[in-house]
C-alpha cells in the first residue's frame, strides 16, 4: 500500500518499503517513517553569521546539527557526502539532549542546517519544542521546498530562516532538478507570518547572469525580503570541473544589486575587496 509524505512540495506517493526521494523517508507498513530519525551527522557550535545570519542574534554562536535527506539534487551539491551519500551515519543524540546540549554551553539558538532540514522536520520540530521551552532561539536553513502543510507546522516554531534562491525557473529545472515555485511562495509566507529571514543565492560566474540576478531582485523585493546575501560557487559534485566564481564578480553582483529596493545585500563566501 502506498503512503503519502507531506513533508516537501513533491508529496511524494511512497510504494510498501520504498523511499520518497529525499532518501530520508520511508513506507514501513503504510506509515511513512524518518529512516535518519535521531541519526546526527554533523554537530558544531557556528557563529550565526555562518548560516549565513547577519541580522539575527549578531555575534552568537548557533548549535548547528543535520541529518541525512535532501529533497532536491543540485549538481552542485556542497554538502552531498551527508545529505545523499550515506542515510544511516551519525550518532543517535535525541531532541532534548540538543536543547540541554545548548543551554549547558550557553548557546542561544539551535540551527538546523548543513543538509535539508524539511526531510527531518518531524526531529527538527520535537528539538525546536524543547528549546523554545529553554529560552533556546531556533534557526532553520533551507532549501525552501516548503509543502503549505510543513508551512503550518514550523512557522509556530522557528525564529529566524536563511532560504536558498537558488537561480531563475531555468535553473531549478536544469541543474537544482526542482521547482522554483515552492520556495517563492514560501518566502512570501515567512515574510507575511513575520519571522526573521534571509535569503541567499551562490552565484556561478557564467550561469548566474545580472539580468537573472536583477529579476530575482524584483522577485525578492514583491515579496518583501529585506536581506540577501550573494556568496561564491565553489566546485563540487557534477560541477567539480567548472571554476570557481571569483571574488571580483561576486562583489560586483552586490555592488550591483544593493541600494536598488532591498536593504542589505552582502557579499559572502569571499575575501577582503581589493583596494
Known sequence: MKASC????????IEEGGYGYCMARKNEGGRVTDR?????NALAADPIEKKPLYHFLPGTRTLSLSMAGCSFDCDFCQNHAIAKDDMESGRTIMPGEIAAMARECGIPSVSFTYTEPLVWQDYAIET?????????HT???????????ALERLLPLIDAYNIDLKGDAEFYRSIVHGDIRPVLDGIGRIVSYGSHIEVTTMAIEGIHTPEMMLSLR???????????????FYPQRRMSSRRPSSDSFIYSLADMLSGSGIEHVHAGN?????T
Open 270 to 274: 569571499v575575501g577582503p575587496r581589493a
Open 128 to 136: 525546536a519544542r524543547i528549546a523554545r521551552s529553554m529560552g533556546i
Open 6 to 13: 507531506d513533508f516537501c512540495y513533491r508529496h511524494c506517493r
Open 36 to 40: 535518519a530519525y535521531g541519526r546526527v
Open 218 to 232: 524584483d522577485e525578492l523585493i514583491r515579496l518583501g525580503v529585506s536581506v540577501w546575501h550573494i556568496t561564491a
Open 139 to 149: 534557526v532553520m536553513v533551507s532549501n525552501g521546498s516548503f509543502s503549505e502543510e
